[in-house]
């Protein structure tokens, strides 16, 4: 009998829970079912991203994911902007002076790389500024996006004080499931963006980038505070750690080449492999922009006596660049400049 008691009485605990516990998550199941079909097609790509980050702890797919919720989100607002006349005067201004920095960048970068200055390599001036267009451009537009989305919430919350003076007309965000959270959402992805960004082009971790971003802000933090001969001898104490942490062109890489099993030329295998070994976006644009020039740019042929395998760019009557393959180069090839020694000209003997 006793028994019997224990399983009514067990039988009656558990109906009691079922029914205590069904009705709050059919609520909470309806109410999740809510929030999620009131967001956008922008916010919930942010929550996937977030969640990404967070329980994958993938950098990349965030970022990828986060990249597309903002096409999707701010790509009406940008044709909205360009079809008005201010706005488009602003979007041409902004794209304007992008486009004048990668140009004087690309101008030092050519000069960087084969010593002369860039008028007298006009095609491979274009093919600098192809290369480094792109991540200007985006990491441009990234970090103007960080800084909107940074002063956003201001923004809303001015909307909130103001509208009890009767003020609706003020539309600038969507009106969207929660602007204020999804504003905040959206700084911290869009930050996790621009971290990998940088990652990608200067070849580092993203954990590296944060770190040396957060230091740079404390140090920079701590000699505002200081003195003025403080910071001066702050400022160089930060040069010369700067320089300490700065490779040395003069060694080679000691990272470990990678397996390249090629059938063709050893001189093309050893340029792929000095080109994988090294680091960042920009370096390995040098390289490319090196190869570019003498592959397309220097000509094989001049009136000008040149030495073997080697290529040549004139500069005046008198003077050309030699340019030779080199493995021992910085950038895998030689630019020297040399006297002219053609049947109508003799170079000056020293």
């Not at 267009?133 to 809303?156: C, E, K, N, R, V």
Request: glycine share 4%.
């Amino acid at each position: 009998m006793r028994r019997y008691l224990k399983i009514a009485k067990w039988r009656a605990n558990k109906q009691l829970q079922q029914r205590s516990w069904q009705p709050h998550k059919t609520r909470l199941v309806e109410r999740i079912q809510a929030i999620w079909f009131n967001l956008s097609t922008a916010q919930k790509l942010y929550l996937l991203a977030l969640s990404s980050l967070i329980v994958l702890q993938s950098g990349w797919l965030s970022a990828t994911i986060t990249i597309i919720a903002l096409v999707i989100e701010f790509w009406p607002k940008f044709n909205q902007l360009w079809h008005s006349l201010a706005g488009k005067a602003l979007i041409l201004i902004f794209y304007a002076s992008i486009a004048n920095f990668v140009l004087a960048g690309a101008s030092g970068i050519v000069n960087d790389v084969t010593h002369v200055s860039s008028t007298h390599f006009n095609y491979t001036h274009n093919f600098a500024t192809l290369l480094y267009l792109p991540p200007w451009a985006m990491g441009i537009s990234l970090a103007t996006l960080l800084l909107f989305q940074l002063f956003l919430p201001f923004y809303i919350f001015a909307l909130l004080l103001i509208k009890p003076f009767g003020s609706e007309r003020i539309k600038f965000i969507s009106q969207s499931y929660s602007p204020l959270l999804t504003a905040i959402v959206r700084f911290v992805l869009a930050s996790v963006v621009l971290i990998n960004l940088i990652s990608f082009i200067d070849d580092q971790p993203p954990e590296e980038v944060l770190d040396n971003i957060v230091s740079t802000f404390a140090d920079s933090k701590a000699i505002a505070k200081e003195s003025g001969e403080e910071q001066q001898k702050a400022v160089e104490e930060l040069s010369e750690k700067i320089e300490q942490q700065l490779p040395d062109s003069s060694e080679k890489p000691l990272t470990p080449k990678p397996d390249v099993n090629l059938d063709g030329d050893g001189e093309t295998a050893e340029n792929l492999r000095q080109f994988l070994d090294t680091k960042g976006y920009f370096e390995r644009s040098k390289r490319l922009i090196a190869m570019f020039a003498y592959s397309f740019e220097a000509d094989s042929y001049s009136r000008c006596i040149k030495t073997e395998n080697s290529k040549a760019v004139e500069l005046n009557d008198y003077e050309i660049v030699q340019v030779t393959p080199d493995n021992n180069a910085e950038y895998g090839y030689r630019f020297e400049v040399i006297a002219c020694d053609s049947p109508g000209i003799l170079p000056v003997t020293k």
